[in-house]
């Protein structure tokens, strides 16, 4: 197409064309402006929200943590008073619940032969002396004829020798004597210490042996709970721990205090056990009661928190609190937990605030809104 065929443009298209260049190019000039303008002076952006928690602020307390555990009454003393010498029983002297005191005959068997050993051994002694009379006479007669030159030396000192052998039969007689006194001794069973019966072993008319029991005897004072502790706990049992004996049969408690800690597990439980005797006299309670105990494993004064308030990550455990409105966090050492309630031993104060609402969005610095306590109506 040639230029003579071109459509002309006419001047009022023209002056439309214009002034829509024109206001084209007044809003690119506009945008550009306000684009520089918000570059060189933006806008604020809006404020955060606070984020409303609840607190709960600290106060110092007292504390104890206690574990229940549960035994029986066992008695500190016991003995099987055993026979000491082979004889026939003849009296049995306490049955069983029977209490006794100390140095009590409990049983006797028959003295016989212990008698006749001993009127053997008197008459052996009977028979020494009067050959040690007689001896010391002839001893002094060849002392008098020696000094006259009318026996020899080997007569005097036969007769010294027949002394002193005689003197040396008569000391091993009498210590045999003694010890067949104290065999006579024997054929009397007596009780060691005051206690009870527990059990008669032998009966009248059997054959005691040396050896063999005769009769069970228990200390009704004092008395001592043996407690079992499962073997995961055993490490925190030490002598001097707090403990509240309880006795569910009397419904009565004392006061007492850790005594003894069994190095070794019980083979079958694995429980280690312990013991704390009961401080008390004059009591109905008798060995194989149940007992229930109430150690107290620690104590001392922190600061309580709820539990779910405590957490933990990568630096350690930590909360997180309130000062001046915004979220602070607070490294922390807790101590035991227990019913919901976590102890801090370190790094708090009392008077701190801190935030038990469960939010994982709360972080460091981040603006809160705390309730006021509900005034009274």
Do not use: C
Not at 171 to 188: D, F, I, Q
Not at 258 to 269: C, D, N, Q, S, W
Not at 311 to 320: C, E, I, P, R
Request: aromatic share 4%; proline share 8%.
């Amino acid at each position: 197409m040639t230029t003579a065929d071109s459509p002309r443009i006419s001047r009022r298209q023209r002056r439309t064309l214009i002034v829509i260049g024109l206001l084209l190019a007044s809003w690119i000039g506009w945008a550009a402006i306000t684009r520089v303008q918000a570059r060189l002076d933006p806008v604020a952006a809006p404020a955060a929200v606070p984020t409303a928690v609840e607190v709960v602020e600290l106060q110092e307390q007292a504390y104890a943590v206690t574990r229940r555990y549960r035994g029986s009454l066992e008695a500190e003393r016991r003995a099987v008073v055993s026979a000491r010498l082979t004889a026939p029983v003849l009296e049995v002297l306490h049955w069983e619940g029977s209490a006794v005191g100390k140095h009590a005959s409990l049983m006797r068997l028959d003295p016989t032969e212990s008698e006749q050993e001993v009127a053997r051994l008197d008459a052996v002694a009977e028979r020494i002396a009067a050959e040690l009379r007689m001896a010391h006479q002839n001893q002094t007669r060849q002392e008098a004829l020696h000094a006259r030159d009318l026996t020899p030396e080997h007569s005097l000192d036969e007769a010294r020798q027949r002394v002193e052998m005689l003197e040396a039969q008569q000391k091993e007689n009498r210590a045999a004597l003694a010890l067949a006194h104290t065999r006579l001794g024997y054929a009397e069973a007596r009780a060691p210490f005051a206690g009870i019966i527990q059990r008669v072993y032998a009966k009248p008319g059997e054959m005691a042996a040396a050896g063999k029991p005769l009769v069970e005897l228990v200390a009704s004072e004092p008395l001592k709970a043996v407690i079992a502790v499962p073997q995961a706990e055993a490490a925190a049992m030490t002598p001097g721990l707090a403990v509240r004996l309880e006795v569910p049969a009397l419904r009565r408690s004392w006061v007492s205090t850790l005594a003894r800690v069994h190095p070794i597990l019980e083979p079958g439980t694995r429980n280690a056990m312990v013991e704390a005797f009961i401080p008390a006299t004059g009591t109905p309670l008798r060995p194989g009661m149940a007992v229930e105990a109430l150690i107290t494993l620690e104590q001392g004064a922190g600061l309580p928190v709820p539990t779910h308030a405590v957490h933990n990550d990568a630096q350690g455990a930590f909360v997180w609190t309130v000062r001046e409105r915004t979220v602070r966090r607070h490294a922390v050492e807790p101590g035991p937990a227990r019913d919901g309630v976590t102890w801090i031993r370190a790094g708090l104060e009392p008077g701190v605030k801190v935030i038990t609402t469960p939010d994982p969005r709360l972080a460091e610095g981040d603006p809160v809104s705390v309730p006021e306590p509900a005034g009274p109506r």
